[in-house]
């Protein structure tokens, strides 16, 4: 099938597909999807058609100077002057195919992505948000973000971001938006406008059509801007007409009127950007009809900055935070945010390349730097490009240094005349300065292994598991076992900037670490010994209280403590898990001990486990435990006469007994995007990717063998074979020997041939484009977690669990 531009109907059957797709490495569903082959700085998109045709791809959109379609005679080819106007309008079309669906659209110089996924988090209990994936905002990423939209969805919610003059017009008619949000105006893309004004007026053609339109009344050009239109304003400022007036702020607490009322409410970050964020989801809450009331429970579960950002492990001790993305002011001040977030005890480094903003005032630009480096603590600054040579008097860290192109750097770097040595790094620079090849020499060369951590996916489960729960429900997360394997440091870490409640760990060590790694948030030793007790109290530990023996070593250990502040434990009660716990019938000697140490402990939470949780089978059993610990627990409080934390729901509990939540839940596997009831799971997402690559591809003929034990054999075709650089050492199970285990070398699958080795296995890659230095996928999204464990019979907590501390980790955030 053929069809030219001028014979375009988008009611026909080509245009029924899932996907549209416009990068051949995103491929995920061919059958479902269309190809729109734009051109790119290098590669035209129609270089890729042949690949993905041989992929099962059968839809594709291209330019009237595609003359090759005749070769793929099971393809369907829609033919035009311009994809990207095609993509445009298709999308368009399918947007008024759901009028009725209201819309929120969101524009500004920053912050755009941050709302969006705040609102999100904010409104996902009551509505079906359809969003804009990641900072999708561009003339591609509009429509990419409206094509989701489906008859299910109750709220969309997406961004449209300019980069020139005459763009946002097409995004409003993709959008067509009935709510406008108007974040802020900076300094973003200066150069392709005249002025200030010019630049607000085109963002602003974003609402033409709007019903309401929200924004902050005390930015004048806005809301000069923004009366000029007709859809309804709503706005918030310290300005007196604004909808919600700020009568005060100080700390976490703002106070509003709105109308004739006040009312107070709690913003969980002290920040003028965040604060500024926080408030547009406010008033977008307050117009939607939610009580302060309800905003006030919910602004305390915010989402934080999503962000394009990788931690890696850097040379001599070093922590690597990239940032290769865009240097600009707003830019700078979200990765210095982020390496705030990762809170050890080193000293911080900033290398920094020019900002690629303003024209003219570059002295007033470097000493909002300065402002930046002073406010982040900045302790060592370097400074690379001709703008940050010529202003080197405005930057007043101590330990300065500056090099005029990315070269001189790294030939300092390479000489050993510029040496790193226990600092955490951030390198931020603007694409044209190339700091990648900076990074190359700042980390560490470990093991080409290496487990991959999505932070934005941690941040999404968790963020699920909470829409999951009653406001109040407190949430504890399980950091034990190394985060299941993802790193309990930059886990926690994560965790503590969202706000969890409680962190859980096995052992006294692990807490103790986390603390002297800049975690506050309360955590619960599981597993705690006797001897620990001290270590626990001097570093604010909460350790599980499981039988009469611990609760009489822990008097013991009292009865010699002078400290007067009350010692915080919890305590475990065995309802039918058989595995550590009081049982109802040691009550009684429970209760007793108490009461000889009451004035010397606080119990600030109780808790069991549930056998069965994650199986229906044993649905009475996990009942009977549920009612069995309310029984245990009213007569603890009774006893002690004040109320504890109760918990007993796992991660599979959260999902199956929404009616036992308690205080608390215990959020474990779940976090890591497997929902073992496998009734959630296409609410969660992989958190994990376990990658290597190919040291070295032999060819053996008929006969030959390969590995110890000769258990891989080559029968009666010449085989490809690739060894990749994992073995069981790296907790690459030798269970996935002989065909059992299978990974994936570019898209497709290869099986394990032989015996896995301790620190190599082989693999089957005949018939595959495949070469040394390829990456090989164990475990992420293309082959789930889940797979590897029913290949070997096991569960995915020992997978994760068993990848060995010397594979690399390198945890990014991506926006």
């Known amino acids: 099938m053929t069809q030219s531009s001028t014979q375009i109907d ?121 969003k804009s994936p990641k900072s999708y905002n561009s003339q591609i990423g509009v429509p990419l973000s409206v094509w989701q939209i489906n008859k299910k969805h109750t709220l969309g919610i997406f961004e449209a971001g300019i980069s020139q003059p005459n763009e946002m017009k097409n995004l409003a008619d993709i959008i067509s938006p009935t709510i406008g949000l108007f974040t802020n105006i900076g300094s973003a893309h200066d150069k392709q406008f005249d002025r200030l004004e010019q630049k607000v007026k085109e963002k602003g053609l974003l ?83 939610y009580s302060f009331e309800e905003i006030d429970a919910r602004i305390n579960r915010l989402k934080s900055i999503p962000m394009r950002l990788e931690r890696k492990e850097g040379i001599n001790n070093t922590v690597l935070i990239n940032d290769f993305y865009n240097n600009d002011l707003g830019g700078l001040q979200i990765a210095l945010g982020f390496m705030g977030q990762n809170q050890e005890q080193l000293p911080r480094t900033l290398i920094l390349s020019d900002l690629l903003q303003g024209k003219d005032n570059n002295d007033a630009l470097y000493q909002k730097v300065n402002e930046l480096c002073e406010e982040y603590d900045i302790q060592r600054f370097i400074g690379v490009g001709e703008h940050l040579n010529k202003s080197q008097n405005n930057i007043t860290v101590e330990n300065k240094e500056f090099y005029k192109t990315t070269a001189a750097l790294r030939n300092a770097i390479k000489k050993g005349t510029l040496v790193f040595s226990k600092e955490m790094i951030l390198l931020k620079g603007a694409r044209k300065f190339e700091f990648e090849k900076v990074a190359v020499l700042l980390q560490r060369k470990i093991h080409s292994t290496q487990l991959e951590i999505n932070l934005d996916a941690v941040v999404h489960n968790l963020m699920f598991y909470r829409s999951l729960l009653k406001p109040r429900t407190k949430i504890m997360v399980m950091v034990k076992a190394l985060g299941y394997g993802s790193g309990k440091h930059e886990l926690a870490h994560t965790l503590q900037y969202h706000l969890v409640d409680y962190l859980g760990v096995a052992f006294a060590d692990e807490g103790v670490e986390l603390r002297e790694n800049g975690i506050r948030t309360p955590i619960m030793v599981l597993t705690p010994s006797p001897d620990s007790f001290e270590t ?181 075709k010449e085989k490809k074979i690739a060894t990749i650089g994992i073995g069981y050492a790296d907790g690459f199970n030798r269970k996935f020997s002989n065909g059992i285990g299978k990974v994936i070398v570019n898209g497709k699958q290869a099986p394990v041939i032989g015996n896995v080795c301790m620190d190599m296995t082989m693999i089957d890659i005949t018939g595959m484009k495949a070469e040394v230095g390829d990456e090989v996928v164990i475990f992420g999204k293309e082959r789930p977690i889940t797979q590897l464990a029913k290949d070997i019979e096991t569960i995915p907590y020992e997978i994760l669990t068993s990848v060995s501390s010397r594979v690399k980790r390198v945890y990014y955030m991506e926006g």
């Open 207 to 289: 609402f033409d059509h709007c019903n309401d339109i929200i924004y902050c009344k005390d930015h004048d050009l806005i809301d000069h801007e923004i009366q000029l239109k007709n859809g309804n304003k709503i706005t918030w400022g310290k300005a007196t007409d604004a909808t919600l007036q700020i009568i005060e702020q100080a700390a976490h607490k703002v106070l509003i009127k709105e109308k004739s009322n006040s009312h107070e409410l709690t913003i969980p970050f002290s920040d003028a950007a965040s604060f500024e964020n926080a408030m547009h989801c406010v008033t977008v809450m307050y117009h939607l009809g």
């Open 536 to 716: 626990m109290r001097m570093h604010d530990l909460e350790p599980e209280i499981y039988n009469i023996e611990m609760l009489q070593a822990l008097e013991d250990y009292l009865s010699e403590d002078a400290n007067e502040k009350p010692f915080a434990i919890q305590l475990n009660f065995d309802t039918g898990m058989h595995r550590l716990g009081f049982n109802e019938d040691e009550m009684d000697l429970l209760f007793n001990t108490l009461n000889r140490i009451k004035n010397k402990i606080k119990v600030t939470g109780v808790f069991t486990h549930l056998a069965g949780a994650d199986e229906d089978i044993h649905d009475q059993y996990s009942k009977n435990q549920i009612a069995l610990f309310k029984k245990m627990t009213k007569q603890l409080e009774a006893k002690l006469g004040y109320s504890v934390i109760k918990h007993c729901l796992n991660s599979a509990g959260i999902v199956r007994y929404p009616d036992a939540q308690m205080n608390m839940v215990r959020l474990g596997i779940g976090l890591h995007g497997v929902e073992v009831n496998d009734l959630k799971q296409e609410d969660l997402q992989p958190v994990a990717t376990l990658k290597t690559v190919i040291a070295q591809i032999k060819h053996m003929k008929p006969g030959e063998t390969v590995g110890y034990g000769r258990k891989g054999v080559v029968e009666q």
């Open 10 to 130: 988008f009611n026909t059957d080509f245009w029924n597909a899932k996907y549209l797709l416009i990068d051949s490495r995103l491929l995920t569903a061919p059958s479902q999807t269309i190809f729109f082959a734009l051109n790119g700085r290098k590669r035209e998109g129609t270089d890729f058609i042949e690949d993905l045709y041989n992929k099962g791809v059968r839809k594709f959109v291209v330019t009237d100077a595609f003359e090759h379609g005749y070769k793929y005679k099971e393809a369907s080819f829609i033919y035009c002057d311009d994809t990207l106007k095609k993509l445009q309008e298709v999308t368009t079309f399918h947007r008024q195919k759901f009028k009725s669906l209201p819309v929120i659209s969101i524009t500004g110089s920053n912050a755009k992505t941050i709302v969006k996924e705040w609102l999100y988090t904010l409104l996902d209990a009551d509505y079906n948000v359809v």
